[in-house]
T-cell receptor
Framework: EAQVTQNPRYLITVTGKKLTVTCSQNMNHEYMSWYRQDPGLGLRQIYYSMNVEVTDKGDVPEGYKVSRKEKRNFPLILESPSPNQTSLYFC????????????FGPGTRLTVL | GQQVMQIPQYQHVQEGEDFTTYCNSSTTLSNIQWYKQRPGGHPVFLIQLVKSGEVKKQKRLTFQFGEAKKNSSLHITATQTTDVGTYFCAGSDYGQNFVFGPGTRLSVLP
């Protein structure tokens, strides 16, 4: 089944404790992206990747890192999480870029205490 | 930077009534996409519009892309309880950055 998977689905952590949210897609998509969703603000793009080893900042990249060492995986890294990073995070992928239909993962709900 | 706005923020309708949400971008878009997110779910792609003035229909849903490619609308005829969710428009301004609107949350009362 074609899908985007994220892990973990739920995470409660404390300020400053490094964490990684994994994202994987099995559709051989070139483009992958991370979004955060907050009430009233919709989905805001954190980072995106047009291809392997190519990543770029979205609208809200501060406090996040990403890597794209292989096509299928696009992990999101929070080196030192803070409470303002408490949010719902979605990974998405598309065939070639943002102008193609994006397929979203199920989401990761992160709480930073 | 590019901004995308949507109105209304919330809409409550009685089942069977029509519903429309409007999307406006601060810059010209290469295309516009619409997504639906059910409560507790993830966004799901509905449609993409590319041409100026384009109109597309999916059963009871009608999508329009403005002549200037800066605005769009989604109209649902005779809403059903299955239409409940948040509807997002999204697009890029010919760059690689992709921006979502804040969404319109639709409630349908049976």
């Amino acid at each position: 089944e074609a899908q985007v998977t994220q892990n973990p689905r739920y995470l409660i952590t404390v300020t400053g404790k490094k964490l990684t949210v994994t994202c994987s897609q099995n559709m051989n998509h070139e483009y992958m992206s991370w979004y955060r969703q907050d009430p009233g603000l919709g989905l805001r793009q954190i980072y995106y990747s047009m291809n392997v080893e190519v990543t770029d900042k979205g609208d809200v990249p501060e406090g996040y890192k990403v890597s794209r060492k292989e096509k299928r995986n696009f992990p999101l890294i929070l080196e030192s999480p803070s409470p303002n990073q408490t949010s719902l995070y979605f990974c998405a992928s598309s065939l070639q870029g943002p102008d193609n239909e994006q397929f979203f993962g199920p989401g990761t709900r992160l709480t930073v205490l | 930077g590019q901004q995308v706005m949507q109105i209304p923020q919330y809409q409550h309708v009685q089942e069977g009534e029509d519903f429309t949400t409007y999307c406006n971008s601060s810059t010209t878009l290469s295309n516009i996409q619409w997504y639906k997110q059910r409560p507790g779910g993830h966004p799901v792609f509905l449609i993409q519009l590319v041409k100026s003035g384009e109109v597309k229909k999916q059963k009871r849903l009608t999508f329009q892309f403005g002549e200037a490619k800066k605005n769009s609308s989604l109209h649902i005829t005779a809403t059903q309880t299955t239409d409940v969710g948040t509807y997002f428009c999204a697009g890029s301004d010919y760059g690689q950055n992709f921006v979502f609107g804040p969404g319109t949350r639709l409630s349908v009362l049976p």
